[in-house]
Structure formats: structure tokens, C-alpha cells
């Protein structure tokens, strides 16, 4: 999956909803150069930010990463086979977080849940509406709460307020996998 795509796909369906780029600054609470720079960038954005855009343009978050831009079969299920999920890999970006969409193809859905794959310096701190849930699957992770440290190994979780400020990055030889769940309180 092109990171450039989600881009592309971004600066699309504002353009056909007629949406400029100051009314989707208004409807993220994003800056508008911001938005701008990022439907220009060959880099994705961390996914709360996808995650308010999807939300402020109407659509799913696996749209923006959808190579085709469609949303196939029954929208009231959707199944992954293992390793089938949309991959996205942002280690050029700002934030060099890897992450893999699972349930891409579900519209409407309240929760999105991904396999995070944390980079090893702490690069920016996220706070977005909503909630939510961390599992390490493999390795460690140093998850930042409101300035509060917390050491997680593989099966440690931790389910928050992601209105605060959090962060996290890999710690070890080898980087960190996470399974996030996130919930808006807005349907995605």
C-alpha cells in the first residue's frame, strides 16, 4: 500500500464532496496548511488523524487506504484471512509507526482496531476523541499516559481516555507489535 495513496485518496473525496480545505480544518479541529501539506505529503499520517478526517468526510478509514477505493461484499461483516490486512508503513513519516488495518472493508463500524508496529523513538504525542485499547502481542512498549510511564511486555493491555495526551515507542532490539483498538464516540 502506497502511503502516497491515502494522500491521493484524501484530496479525491474532498474534492467530490466539494468540501475545501478550510471546511474539513473546521469539521478535524486540523489546521488547514496542515491539511494541505498532507494532501501533498508521500507520507502517511498517523492514524488519528485518518481516523478524523474519515470521520469529518463521512466515509470508513479503510476507504483512505483502499488501493481501489471500494468497499466490497456485505456491510455488516467483513473477514481478514491472516496477513491480508491493508499494510501501511509511515517509518519516513514524523511519526515512523507501522500499522496494519484490521476489518478495512466494514463501513460504519464503531471501533478500529489495527496491529501497531511502534518505532523505537518517541516521535509525537496524540490526543484524539474517544477511546482506547492496547495489547502487546510481542516485545516492549513504553506507553506514556498524561506524563505517566508504563512499562508493557507481551500480554500486558492497557485501555484509556485517548483525549489525554499519550504516547509510546519500542524498546529492545526488535520493534514492538500491538494490537489498538480505537472507539469514537462518533461513528467511523
Do not use: W
Request: aromatic content about 10%; charged content about 25%.
Amino acid at each position: 500500500m502506497s502511503e502516497e495513496l491515502i494522500a491521493r485518496n484524501i484530496r479525491m473525496l474532498r474534492t467530490q464532496q466539494k468540501i475545501t480545505l478550510q471546511q474539513l480544518s473546521d469539521m478535524t479541529g486540523l489546521t488547514r496548511g496542515y491539511l494541505s501539506k498532507l494532501e501533498r505529503s508521500k507520507k502517511a499520517p498517523p492514524y488519528s488523524t485518518l481516523n478524523k478526517v474519515a470521520r469529518a468526510l463521512g466515509i470508513d478509514v479503510g476507504y483512505l487506504i483502499n488501493e481501489n477505493g471500494e468497499t466490497p461484499g456485505d456491510p455488516r461483516i467483513v473477514f481478514v484471512k491472516n496477513n491480508q490486512g491493508k499494510i501501511v508503513e509511515s517509518s519516513g513519516s514524523l511519526y515512523g509507526y507501522t500499522y496494519q488495518t484490521l476489518a478495512a472493508g466494514k463501513p460504519g463500524k464503531n471501533m478500529q482496531p489495527y496491529i501497531i508496529e511502534p518505532a523505537f523513538d518517541e516521535k509525537g504525542v496524540f490526543q484524539h476523541e474517544g477511546e482506547e485499547f492496547l495489547y502487546v502481542l510481542e516485545g516492549t512498549h513504553e506507553f506514556i499516559y498524561d506524563g505517566k510511564q508504563f512499562l508493557m511486555e507481551k500480554g500486558d493491555s492497557v485501555y484509556f481516555d485517548s483525549g489525554v495526551p499519550h504516547t509510546g515507542r519500542s524498546l529492545g532490539k526488535k520493534k514492538a507489535k500491538l494490537l489498538a483498538v480505537m472507539f469514537s464516540y462518533k461513528r467511523l
